[in-house]
């Protein structure tokens, strides 16, 4: 019979668990789970290269299965195979570049944003029920030169992207571009990119640009496992895309994704996570 101290003992949160859980394997004290488990843990702490290796080793055992199939390829840098059926929650597939921009236009853009400091305006989109916000942050999309470099490199690497992300090459009608500046306590909750109003978007895309050191904590990028028939994602499944400096993620519109909530210890317009954000339609 549960006792009092029991009944009011707090339940380990989830990235617990997932601790507690990998301290055991390291340990030995219990051996690795031979289905997704401790790739799920891996990719939802933002440690893709220990997912990377986990669903190689899931993949040389089940080829054939199709979600292991298609995580393989989606960690290891493959063509994505076909998608799973759309009443399936599939993990959403993503293409990551580190060092896209090099440090010169890196540096450019850091600049172009810090000293524009007064065209950007504050976005606070209100969530279905009216009263909970759904995002908070400030944009511009005067993007300038540093948009003219972003949209001709998002053309030329298409191809790539398609192939990386199991859809087919289709020809670019728009690249739409804005720059966010995310200071302390500003998020954006769980969302479509492709909603009722955006149906054309079909890949987006965010460039991570900030100060170093980095000056903030947070702001990770969670890419949900999702389905299509009817739309919805799975809460507790999720690739976590941590901010580095001059790296970039692309990934389908059509994926429920969030931004965590960012910590700073200033309110220095200098030190926000900032970004370029896009869609390609």
Same mark, same amino acid.
């Given at each position: 019979m549960p006792t009092e101290a029991m009944a009011n003992r707090t339940p380990p949160s989830p990235q617990a668990r997932d601790q507690r859980l990998l301290e055991l394997i390291g340990a030995g004290k219990i051996a690795p789970p031979d289905n997704e488990v401790l790739a799920d843990i891996h990719r939802r702490r933002g440690d893709l290269p220990a997912a990377s290796a986990e669903y190689q080793r899931l993949h040389a055992k089940k080829a054939g299965a199709p979600r292991i199939d298609l995580l393989h390829a989606i960690f290891n840098r493959g063509n994505a195979p076909a998608r799973l059926p759309p009443s399936d929650f599939a993990p959403a597939p993503f293409v990551q570049f580190d060092g896209f921009f090099g440090h010169a236009l890196n540096q450019h853009l850091l600049d172009y944003a810090i000293s524009r400091q007064a065209i950007f305006r504050p976005t606070e989109l209100q969530a279905a029920d009216q009263y909970e916000k759904q995002r908070s942050t400030l944009v511009t !999309?005067?993007?300038?030169?540093?948009?003219?470099? %972003? $949209? &001709?490199?998002?053309? *030329?690497?298409?191809?790539?992207?398609?192939?990386?992300?199991? %859809?087919?090459?289709?020809?670019?009608?728009? +690249?739409?571009?804005?720059?966010?500046? !995310?200071?302390?306590?500003?998020?954006?909750?769980?969302?479509?990119?492709?909603?009722?109003?955006? =149906?054309? $978007?079909? +890949?987006s895309f965010v460039y991570y640009f900030h100060r170093e050191p980095k000056p903030y904590r947070g702001g990770?990028?969670?890419? !949900?496992?999702?389905?299509?028939?009817?739309?919805?994602? @799975? $809460?507790?499944?999720? =690739?976590?895309?941590?901010?580095?400096?001059?790296? +970039? @993620?692309?990934?389908?519109? *059509?994926?429920?994704? *969030?931004?965590?909530? @960012? *910590? &700073?210890? &200033?309110?220095?317009?200098?030190?926000?996570?900032? =970004? %370029?954000?896009?869609? +390609?339609?």
């Open positions: !999309y005067d993007v300038g030169a540093p948009g003219e470099a %972003m $949209r &001709t490199a998002v053309r *030329e690497r298409l191809p790539l992207l398609c192939e990386r992300l199991g %859809m087919p090459v289709f020809d670019i009608d728009f +690249i739409q571009l804005k720059i966010a500046a !995310y200071a302390a306590g500003d998020f954006f909750k769980a969302h479509q990119d492709n909603g009722l109003s955006h =149906t054309g $978007r079909r +890949i990770d990028l969670l890419l !949900y496992d999702s389905r299509f028939s009817p739309r919805a994602y @799975v $809460r507790s499944l999720f =690739t976590r895309i941590v901010p580095h400096n001059d790296s +970039i @993620v692309f990934f389908p519109s *059509e994926y429920f994704h *969030e931004v965590l909530p @960012v *910590e &700073t210890a &200033t309110q220095d317009f200098s030190a926000s996570r900032f =970004t %370029m954000a896009g869609h +390609i339609g």
